[in-house]
């Protein structure tokens, strides 16, 4: 028996909204669903994850996932939780966009094998491309009502002064242009339902609409929601003092993206196992009781960064992940530094105190160096008791004499040395 998508989602805590009818329809056969992402960057991040997921449980279940990248609807943009219009984008960009996000994917669902339920990604750029705004007017626009539109939330934010500079035609269409996706997605793919945020509501039920006016009361098309995930504290999810946390490591390295999860509050980690991990009911049960019994172990915490990095990476970068966190937390070797790219070695050390110093005090006494280009210590003096107990070290080395040159060889790619007071004060110096 394939489980239940419906009971799968609401014991994860990932149903916010569902049209009725639609659980019947998911036990009586199997169901083509999509979800739409505009490909507005090169990468999905994790605000996006909660969908994908969704789409991860939908094809475990046993029913067909598509995703659909918006190259068309990216164009314009969607008023949805916008305060402002997006930029436009070109093909190129959108082309480079979706093959990118393609590829992210397709680490969560089955794009390959004969099974009828593998994944298959579409753009709605190649339907749209070709189609006149005459046809639009005439084929779509006909069937929905200015009333019916305006009074979406999305569109009633945007015209209620929520936004400094109101609602252009073109994203006021947007909500016609997602209804023709589903319109267009149920005639090909016998698409019957569309996934999305919880935000998307209003679009998707246009989608829903503009089927039933098109074809007859008859059609089953139907749509379901995920919530918008928040912090406990009610903050978005998924952003940090630098932005948000994205799937390419490019963007995010494997070591930030695990710190980012091992590094959320007992309430978070109890709500995101469920939602960012395929493990199961009785897995997470177990984990949680465990985690009560001790919080300070931050088993929860920890199983969670473990399962989403091997999941948008893989185990060789959660291993690397883990073994990085250990270079600021843990015994490590100055071997371990150097096996670090330097996004990761700046990603550890951010926050530490950095000091810029010119390449010209290379040859230098340590000494020399630590007090006088970059005040680590307040005096030589200072230095020379500190090294002399074994309390000082560069690059994970103990400074074994308070006076010895630091040379070209002691550089970490070529322009980092890292000093280390005692156990927790670390301090980077940058040579210009």
């Known amino acids: 028996m394939k489980k239940n998508f419906v009971e799968e989602l609401k ?12 659980e019947e329809l998911l036990q009586k056969e199997m169901v083509t669903a999509y979800l739409g992402t505009d490909p507005t960057a090169d990468s999905l991040h994790i605000g996006h994850l909660c969908g994908i997921m969704m789409l991860r449980h939908l094809q475990r279940c046993g029913h067909k996932p598509i995703i659909l990248v918006g190259g068309a609807t990216g164009m314009i943009g969607d008023p949805s939780g916008k305060s402002q219009e997006r930029n436009l984008l070109d093909d190129k960009t959108l082309y480079h966009n979706q093959e990118a996000i393609k590829k992210q994917v397709s680490k969560f669902l089955d794009f390959e094998g004969t099974e009828p339920n593998k994944a298959e990604l579409v753009n709605n750029y190649d339907w749209m491309k070709n189609f ?98 928040t912090k406990a504290d009610g903050k978005k999810f998924g952003k940090t003092e630098s932005g948000n ?101 700046l990603d550890i050390f951010e926050g530490v105190p950095q000091f810029e110093v010119n390449r010209d005090v290379l040859g230098q006494p340590a000494v020399e160096i630590f007090t006088q280009a970059a005040p680590v210590f307040a005096s030589k003096g200072e230095m020379r008791k500190l090294v002399q107990g074994g309390g000082v070290s560069l690059n994970k080395e103990k400074l074994a004499a308070f006076d010895r040159p630091v040379t070209e060889d002691d550089l970490i790619d070529g322009k980092y040395l890292l000093v280390q007071r005692g156990k927790k004060n670390y301090y980077l110096l940058i040579l210009k």
């Open 132 to 229: 006149t705004f005459l046809d639009f007017a005439r084929e779509v626009g006909k069937h929905i009502t200015v009333n019916y539109m305006m009074a979406k939330e999305s569109v009633q934010q945007r015209l209620n002064g929520t936004a400094r500079d109101g609602l252009s035609f073109t994203e006021f269409t947007y909500q016609l242009l997602q209804g023709y996706d589903f319109l267009y997605l149920y005639q090909h793919y016998n698409c019957k339902m569309q996934l999305g945020g919880n935000d998307q509501w209003g679009n998707m039920t246009t989608g829903t609409e503009l089927i039933r006016r098109t074809l007859g009361n008859d059609v089953e098309t139907y749509a379901l929601t995920c919530p918008l995930i």
């Open 245 to 345: 946390i994205w799937l390419d490591p490019k963007r995010t390295s494997p070591y930030k993206f695990y710190q980012f999860w091992l590094n959320v509050s007992d309430d978070d980690a109890e709500r995101y196992i469920k939602i960012f991990t395929s493990l199961d009911k009785e897995t997470i049960e177990a984990l949680v009781e465990e985690h009560k019994q001790d919080p300070g172990r931050r088993i929860l915490q920890k199983r969670l960064a473990e399962e989403t990095t091997v999941m948008v990476h893989s185990k060789e970068a959660l291993d690397a992940a883990i073994e990085a966190s250990n270079i600021l937390f843990g015994k490590s070797t100055k071997e371990s530094l150097l096996k670090l790219d330097e996004q990761t070695f």
């Open 11 to 22: 014991w994860r805590g990932m149903l916010a909204q569902m049209m009725p009818g639609a």
